[in-house]
């Protein structure tokens, strides 16, 4: 972690949390810069920059945000939004999926009220053949997260969940899963006990957990804008003979587009990562947080308006 990092991490993830910048957020809808990273506050804002990167060769993920549940009411509502995503990339016959967390359909409140919610958005899901991956927590949250991912594994093939390559408990984890999983670096963090520090070694325990479901033959989401993790993969792909067919790249919403566009033209699979809801603003400052050289830039955008 750099200096600037040190400095600004901490003060966007309390601005992240703070309920009356919250409010306003909501209040005043998504400012320009913000749509740089988000997709948009409602479904048609939304689908408008979906069908842009479709347009442009691209898959997306749609990332149905959420993170302030109080009560079972707030956590329907955030299902009924998931189900009329699925249901709109039907009617528009739209290359994608949807991700989301189970905080967001209630796993703090009750883990059986977010186990029956996902059996809502699943059952959806699967009629239409549409993928859902749930999003990684805090390592307090892991292990409700696995438990229900578990649960519902083989019963809905179309479902994954995400793996951060800075947890110990990862690799572990690993054997576990079926039958598609995202692999991420990781953007919490907390003790040593359960998180890896060390820079170097999330990154080899990141090529380690790709290519070792990979071999298992699991479909894999890579999600990584690291250009050095994305050759080196795309060279083990190639030496073991691992079809196109079982993996995506994932890359978020504004983030290294030229890039993304390469791998397109390259003949393979991309999935942007599009957030979309109310709660756009949590999610925009926790990107800052983590990557403090897109402040200037989303700060200078908010400013055109």
Same mark, same amino acid.
């Given at each position: 972690m750099n200096v600037l990092e040190k400095l600004t991490g901490p003060i966007f993830e309390r601005l992240a949390v703070d309920k009356r910048l919250i409010r306003v957020a909501r209040a005043v809808g998504l400012p320009l =810069? +913000? /749509?740089?990273f988000? =997709? +948009?506050?409602?479904?048609d804002e939304t689908f408008r920059t979906v069908r842009t990167l479709n347009a442009q060769g691209r898959a997306v993920? &749609?990332?149905c945000l959420g993170e302030f549940i109080h009560n079972v009411q707030d956590a329907k509502a955030i299902t009924d939004e998931c189900i009329d995503v699925l249901y709109r990339l039907e009617k528009e016959q739209v290359d994608g999926? &949807?991700? @989301?967390?189970? /905080?967001?359909? =209630?796993?703090? @409140? %009750?883990p059986e009220l977010a186990l029956m919610q996902m059996e809502r958005i699943l059952e959806v899901a699967l009629q239409l053949n549409r993928r859902v991956t749930i999003n990684m927590e !805090?390592? !307090?949250m892991t292990e409700s997260i696995l438990k229900i991912f578990r649960v519902l594994q083989f019963s809905y093939p179309n479902l994954g969940v995400a793996l951060q390559a800075n947890l110990h408990r990862s690799r572990f984890d690993l054997d576990q899963l079926e039958p598609m999983t995202r692999i991420v670096k990781g953007a919490y963090t907390g003790s040593k006990e359960h998180y890896i !520090? %060390?820079?170097?070694?999330v990154d080899a325990n990141y090529l380690l957990l790709v290519k070792q479901n990979l071999m298992k033959g699991r479909y894999t989401q890579i999600a990584t804008h690291d250009d050095d993790m994305i050759e080196e993969l795309l060279d083990f792909i190639r030496q073991a003979d691992i079809s196109d067919e079982c993996f995506e790249f994932q890359m978020l919403q504004g983030m290294r587009p030229q890039r993304q566009k390469e @791998?397109?033209?390259s003949g393979y699979r991309v999935v942007v990562y599009v957030p979309h809801g109310v709660d756009w603003y949590t999610y925009l400052m926790r990107r800052l947080a983590e990557r403090p050289a897109n402040i200037r830039f989303t700060l @200078?955008?908010?400013l055109r308006l």
């Open positions: =810069g +913000g /749509t740089l988000v =997709g +948009g506050q409602t479904i993920t &749609i990332d999926q &949807i991700s @989301l967390k189970l /905080t967001s359909v =209630g796993v703090r @409140l %009750d !805090e390592y !307090e !520090e %060390d820079k170097a070694m @791998l397109v033209n @200078l955008s908010m």
